[in-house]
């Protein structure tokens, strides 16, 4: 019903920078909120940021000051990773939560996720 599908990871140097995509795609009525949350190797997955449809924002505040996360109007979402530190590895995982047609009902809805490794 919902397919996430996420870009951008690799290898970067520790201060380096990364952009992430996600695109969206499906039978989506509306999107309440989107999201990017990663998990490092033996680490339960931990929220880095999301975006609600009115623009507000909320991180953790390990990246607070480092990562901005946006939307554009069609069913995309981005992360920018600036500053990036080797404690940055994980595998970043793209989130939406909205409603769906043609029922309207709601969506949790999660992608596979694209890998950020930071080299010290």
């Known amino acids: 019903q919902v397919q996430l599908v996420e870009s951008g990871g690799g290898l970067v140097q520790a201060g380096g920078s990364l952009r992430l995509s996600c695109a969206a795609s499906?039978?989506?009525?509306?999107?309440?909120?989107m999201g990017w949350y990663r998990q490092a190797p033996g680490k339960q997955r931990e929220l880095v940021a999301t975006?609600?449809?009115?623009?507000?924002t909320n991180y953790a505040d390990s990246v607070k000051g480092r990562f901005t996360i946006s939307r554009d109007n069609a069913k995309n979402a981005y992360l920018q990773m600036n500053s990036l530190k080797p404690e940055d590895t994980a595998v970043y995982h793209c989130?939406?939560?909205?409603?769906?047609?043609?029922?309207?009902?709601?969506?949790?809805?999660w992608g596979k996720g694209t890998l950020v490794t930071v080299s010290s």
């Open positions: 989130n939406l939560k909205g409603l769906l047609t043609p029922r309207y009902s709601s969506v949790d809805a």
């Open positions: 499906g039978n989506i009525f509306s999107i309440n909120a």
């Open positions: 975006i609600t449809s009115g623009g507000t």
